[in-house]
């Protein structure tokens, strides 16, 4: 009986495991997604050249 909860326990901790790092992963995309739309959406790509240009000459 102990050795069938123990197994069980193990699956249920490892199936949380994998389901938790899915979640964690597919909240990062998100968010990284979401950073990115915002970045690109302020700054247009005119602005985007100056700013490499201006870090090209200060480097």
Known sequence: MVGIVSKVGVLFLLFFFCFFCFFFLLFL?????LVSFFYFSTISKNDGLAIARGLWHTG
Request: hydrophobic share 100%; charged share 0%.
């Open 29 to 33: 995309l998100l968010f990284l997604l």
